[in-house]
């Protein structure tokens, strides 16, 4: 009776489809993002970041709504909608990063702001490949903390080069070109937002191992 019942539940592996889809949008994200900061025509990057992003929407949309219509969820239903959330929070924030490059019609970026783009390339793809080890938390506990360790010190990393390029910025433009010194340091600060919400994840992935193991 207990089986037959179970069978008229939602599936739960649908959850874990929609994180990797996901998970998916925020490498495309991030290799646009760093394809923006190379300079020059940063229109495409900023168009495929925006659609991106769009896409990443619809995707927290149908988790938000499945953790709605599920009886039973893969794990607790908090830790489901604060995962998806950092997670669409990074893609957010690389879609601020547009507007503030299409507003301030930026074409030319500092070797450190490339530098924080590859970083944030790295940590989505981190993010990506420690979202399908959550199918099975318990057993993949040990390469989950290892990939959200590997995070966390990539966050302390593009830390360092957040305030290495403003420091540098400010001694080469902060008295002679003021708007351009105010410009730079909001593309940094922006760049580091990106970096934080991808450290969020890395936090939320390793709640779930701890409570689920």
């Not at 995962?83 to 299409?102: E, G, H, P």
Request: charged share 30%; glycine share 4%.
């Amino acid at each position: 009776m207990m089986a037959w019942f179970r069978r008229l539940l939602p599936r739960e592996d649908r959850f874990f489809d929609l994180f990797e889809q996901h998970a998916e949008k925020l490498v495309l994200g991030s290799q646009a993002l760093e394809r923006l900061l190379e300079g020059g025509d940063v229109a495409p990057a900023c168009d495929e970041i925006i659609a991106l992003e769009e896409q990443a929407d619809e995707v927290t949309r149908q988790v938000l709504l499945a953790v709605r219509r599920s009886f039973v969820t893969p794990f607790d239903r908090g830790d489901i909608q604060d995962l998806i959330q950092s997670m669409d929070d990074a893609i957010d924030n690389m879609r601020k990063m547009v507007k503030t490059v299409i507003l301030f019609e930026q074409r030319s970026f500092e070797p450190l702001m490339q530098q924080m783009g590859t970083v944030i390339a790295e940590a989505a793809t981190l993010t990506a490949q420690a979202i399908p080890l959550l199918v099975r938390v318990s057993s993949n506990a040990p390469a989950l903390i290892k990939l959200t360790e590997h995070m966390i010190h990539i966050e302390e990393k593009a830390d360092d080069l957040h305030d290495r390029g403003l420091k540098e910025l400010f001694t080469r433009v902060g008295r002679s070109d003021p708007m351009a010194y105010v410009i730079g340091s909001e593309i940094y600060g922006q760049l580091e937002k990106v970096v934080d919400r991808f450290e969020d994840v890395a936090n939320e992935i390793s709640g779930i191992v701890i409570e689920n193991v």
